[in-house]
């Protein structure tokens, strides 16, 4: 398991908190950052892209949120259409190039929406410095979604 992050079970609720070190530094505004991001409907399936990151604030003493516009979602076209396009996401609109809304608008993504008129909220947990440490997190990341979901499969079963 990555030592960049750490797991708090909590009656059955997931937290995942960051470490921050040498190796998963602490980012700031102007970062080119590579991200973790889904749409509102399917977190069992993380996509990756790369960003720039337009804010950054402490949200407690250990985790940070970032207001991030995507510049490339980097994955495979069917992989966009099928998780992207036509899909609900919370989104953040800019107003000018580093002045953005505070509150969450619910966007349905299509193939006309403009990615530099809008931020994605991301958790500290879910960005990295680099695409190779943002896919090794997404593939311990879906360990633990399968694990969560097996779980739930395992209770209903109980039924």
């Known amino acids: 398991m990555d030592n960049n992050f750490g797991i ?3 009656n059955g609720y997931t937290e995942f908190v960051n470490l921050y070190s040498k190796e998963n530094p602490i980012l700031e505004s102007n970062d ?3 991200i973790i991001f889904n749409n509102i409907n399917d977190y069992h399936r993380p996509l990756i892209a790369n960003g720039i990151i337009i804010s950054d604030k402490f949200s407690d003493g250990m985790s940070k949120e970032y207001y ?3 510049i490339s979602i980097l994955e495979a076209p069917i992989i966009i259409n099928e998780f992207v396009y036509n899909k609900q996401f919370f989104v953040y609109p800019l107003i000018n190039d580093n002045v953005f809304l505070a509150s969450k608008k619910l966007t349905i993504i299509n193939q ?3 990615f530099n008129k809008n931020l994605f909220k991301i958790n500290s ?3 990295r410095n680099t695409e190779e440490k ?3 997190l997404r593939n311990e990341y879906i360990t633990i979604i399968k694990s969560d979901i097996l779980k739930q499969l ?3 079963d109980n039924i």
């Open 125 to 127: 947990f879910f960005i």
């Open 68 to 70: 991030v516009k995507i």
């Open 134 to 136: 943002i896919i090794n």
């Open 112 to 114: 006309n929406f403009d």
């Open 8 to 10: 708090i079970k909590n």
């Open 154 to 156: 395992k209770d209903i």
């Open 32 to 34: 080119n950052c590579f």
